[in-house]
């Protein structure tokens, strides 16, 4: 996921609107919604030009979180790829340490 101006881009946030439906993805109950992918992962891989992924000014990863969360999926590995604008080498090469680093743990 690219952040895009500070939010997730619009494509994902169309194809969440279309995924997170109640009796596909999740139920209410007189408790709450519950998640129906409760057997799922996910690897979450954000992107950034400039923006500190986790800082106070992106709204993409913990929205992104939080809606993979609603629908069940609460097991997520977060791989940042953050600033390449600042140093794209070095930023690509975390990314790949964090990759390498969950496929040993797997
Ligand atoms: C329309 C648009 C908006 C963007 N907004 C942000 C932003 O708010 N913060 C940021 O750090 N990077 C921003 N970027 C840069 C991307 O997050 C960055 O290039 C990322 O590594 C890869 O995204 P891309 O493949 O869509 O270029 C933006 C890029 C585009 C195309």
């Not at 690219?2 to 169309?14: D, E, Q, Y």
């Not at 500190?52 to 979180?65: C, H, L, N, P, R």
């Amino acid at each position: 996921m690219p952040i895009h101006n500070f939010g997730p881009p619009a494509v994902l946030k169309a194809s969440i609107d279309r995924v997170g439906r109640a009796g596909w993805t999740l139920n209410y109950s007189p408790d709450g919604p519950i998640g129906l992918l409760q057997d799922k992962k996910a690897d979450l891989v954000v992107a950034s030009g400039g923006t500190e992924i986790g800082s106070a000014v992106d709204f993409a990863t913990d929205y992104m979180k939080h809606t993979l969360g609603f629908i069940g999926i609460t097991d997520v590995a977060l791989i940042e790829a953050g600033r390449l604008m600042a140093d794209e080498a070095a930023g690509l090469s975390a990314a790949n340490d964090q990759i390498s680093e969950l496929s040993a743990a797997s």
